[in-house]
């Protein structure tokens, strides 16, 4: 049993130095991915975060943005894999949790030399949806008072340069 | 003695609500775009906001006396660095509304950032912004860049001879026309025809990477209006890079560094006077300046290997560089990646290009190009004099429109106002300094961002946030108020609270 467990444990230590990228750059935060760009250069992360704004297909490939609440940075992925979200984070949207696998670069070659993460794959984690707001009674009510005061004020004012003329 | 102050305080009461009154007017824009997008609490707040401005504009105009409504020149730039205080807070209302502000102070700092062109930001979560909310953002740089007072001199000022005071008030003081009216009618003549064929292009241009055409048209109006206006604002949080496009690229810098140009070289060439572009002090100046800059960066960067190759160069280094020479604040690298990669050759560098700016009487900020090269020209005339025989009488000259002859109180104007902006720029670094302990800032981080604010840009080294502390965010406002109106609207407007509180 413990001659079991070393070796499980030799397996694992020669997975984690053969393939350092993967296990060292899991848990990354997007701010994590600039802060720590040069260290993590070329390594394959796993990452999460909302897509927001466009899907902007070019090809065969596009682009989405993700954020995690810590920063955005752009995922250069399949147009076909893109094609999975539905919903991407606007105003009364919260966009589809997606998770990445892909390369992080500190300095993309092939897209001008941006902070980017090229995707090997990407699901949709947590589906979004929409969220429409509310309207406050109270704003309207405001909104209707100033309405009038404002135009009591027009009312006013003309009416002292007619007595002026 | 105490009336006529009064009076005095009412008749400036009159211009100031009269601007007060058209910021609010203008919010029908963002509700209407709300409301054409759904986004109806986000409307109700722009009807509430405008209601409440107009209702505090109106105020102000209706206790003005009647009669004569000239003003003196104290009190054209008393106006005018008060329309922009008010006005400021005022424009706020919505931002403070819409949640995605944390305090008023947050969004009063938005607004004057806005204004005066700068582009930092203390917006949370811009992702998930209304459209209105961020047409408003982008009106207010787009209105800031030609000039609140331009613009109520334009439209609602006929014939009132306090015009021209509060005009040079804003920090503009060429006259492409005769009249000051004339000469803010041309002002935006100018700019509407570039914010129409800018949107086309870029409208264009979104399309074709991949933007649905309305939200392709929204973001390329928003994007000419903040580059035409060297704003620096972006749509999306990610700024420039959210697009992921070359071409982008290519056109928002195009527009920025036209942006960035004199109205009065704008409006010589618009009457066909193209050698204007090669005989103006300020192009010629902006031409070396940037060049030498863009040199010393793209060698730095290279021989570090941050960006190796033409295409990484031109993309990430020259980009950032023209956009903080321009003082437009548009990054195509994230804040954090100034700090953490850049070399101190390239920061010094575009520190450099952030202070000096870009040209007077344009929508850019710093200490502007054509004092350094009023500057530089007046020590090559005192070389000359000191060389030259003692009865020999040596007049330089420098071209902005017209020939000019360069005489000492040109050249001592300059200079005054170059050492204001260092100062300001060092009170800054000062300030930031008190805090780098508790946040962890480092000195590079701090110089930079201190030249960013000095100079109106918007590009951050990652320490502008709404974490701030009051007291920063407070001197950052300033800081943004005295760079955009050139410190000497605000220095009245201070000169006269100070005289009415000794009398008092």
């Known amino acids: 049993m413990r001659r079991y467990g070393i070796a499980l444990v030799l397996v694992f230590l020669t997975v984690a130095l053969a393939a350092p990228g993967v296990l060292h750059a899991q848990g990354y935060s997007l701010n994590d991915l600039i802060e720590r760009a040069a260290e993590v250069d070329g390594q394959v992360v796993t990452i999460r975060g909302e897509a927001v704004g466009d899907i902007m297909v070019r090809g065969e490939r596009g682009w989405v943005n993700i954020n995690d609440g810590t920063a955005a940075i752009g995922i250069w992925a399949p147009a076909e894999q893109l094609r999975q979200i539905r919903h991407t984070g606007r105003y009364g949207v919260r966009g589809d949790t997606v998770e990445v696998t892909g390369t992080f670069f500190r300095m993309d070659p092939m897209h001008g030399g941006e902070l980017d993460v090229q995707a090997d794959a990407l699901v949709v984690a947590t589906p979004g949806a929409a969220h429409p707001a509310s309207l406050k009674t109270g704003r309207v009510v405001w909104a209707l008072v100033f309405a009038l005061t404002a135009t009591l004020a027009v009312i006013l004012l003309r009416r002292r340069r007619w007595e002026a003329m | ?504």
């Not at chain 2, 919505?94 to 806005?114: I, Q, T």
């Not at chain 2, 000019?404 to 009170?427: G, H, P």
């Open chain 2, 1 to 504: 003695m105490r009336r006529a102050r009064i009076r005095e305080l009412r008749v400036m009461g009159y211009y100031v609500g009269l601007i007060v009154v058209m910021l609010s007017a203008l919010m029908v824009i963002p509700a209407i775009t709300s409301s054409i997008q759904r986004e109806w609490p986000v409307a109700v707040d722009f009807f509430l906001s405008a209601g409440l401005g107009a209702t505090v504009g109106l105020g102000l105009m209706f206790l003005a006396p009647e009669g004569a409504r000239d003003l003196t020149w104290t009190q054209g730039m008393v106006t005018t660095a008060s329309a922009w205080l008010l006005g400021m807070m005022v424009c706020a209302v919505p931002y403070y509304l819409s949640g995605h502000w944390l305090s008023f102070l947050d969004a009063c700092f938005d607004v004057m950032s806005g204004f005066t062109t700068t582009g930092l930001a203390l917006v949370q979560d811009l992702d998930h912004i209304a459209d209105g909310l961020n047409m408003w953002r982008f009106l207010l740089t787009w209105l800031g860049g030609q000039g609140m007072v331009v613009l109520a001199i334009t439209f609602f000022v006929r014939g009132l001879p306090g015009a021209f005071k509060m005009y040079v008030g804003e920090g503009k003081d060429e006259r492409v026309m005769p009249n000051v009216i004339h000469t803010a009618r041309a002002i935006w003549f100018v700019s509407v025809v570039y914010l129409i064929l800018g949107t086309v292009i870029l409208t264009s241009t979104s399309i074709s990477i991949g933007q649905a055409p309305g939200r392709a048209f929204l973001h390329g109006l928003w994007m000419v209006m903040s580059g035409w206006s060297t704003g620096g604002f972006a749509p999306m949080s990610q700024g420039v890079v959210y697009y992921h496009s070359l071409l982008f690229e290519i056109v928002t810098v195009v527009f920025f560094t036209i942006g960035s140009f004199n109205f009065s070289l704008h409006w010589a060439l618009w009457n066909g006077n193209k050698k204007e572009v090669f005989r103006n002090l300020e192009v010629l100046a902006f031409m070396l300046t940037s060049t030498v800059l863009v040199a010393i960066s793209s060698w730095d960067l290279a021989r570090a290997g941050v960006y190796p190759t033409v295409v990484t160069l031109f993309r990430r280094g020259f980009y950032n560089l023209i956009s903080a020479h321009t003082t437009t604040g548009f990054g195509t690298i994230y804040a954090r990646q100034f700090a953490l990669e850049w070399g101190p050759l390239a920061l010094v560098a575009i520190t450099i290009a952030m202070l000096i700016g870009a040209s007077a009487s344009s929508t850019a900020g710093g200490f502007k190009g054509v004092r350094v090269g009023l500057v530089f020209k007046s020590i090559v005339q005192d070389v000359k004099r000191l060389l030259a025989p003692e009865q020999a009488r040596l007049a330089e000259r420098f071209h902005m429109g017209r020939e000019t002859t360069l005489d000492d109180r040109i050249a001592r104007s300059a200079m005054s106002i170059i050492l204001l902006y260092i100062a300001m720029w060092l009170v800054l670094i000062l300030l930031h300094g008190g805090y780098a302990a508790r946040f962890g800032w480092d000195l590079p981080s701090i110089i930079f961002e201190s030249a960013s604010l000095t100079g109106n840009v918007g590009l951050s080294a990652g320490i502008t946030s709404a974490a701030l502390p009051s007291v920063l965010k407070v001197a950052y406002l300033v800081a943004m108020w005295l760079g955009r109106l050139e410190f000497l609207s605000v220095f009245v407007l201070a000169g006269y609270l100070l005289k009415g509180w000794r009398k008092a």
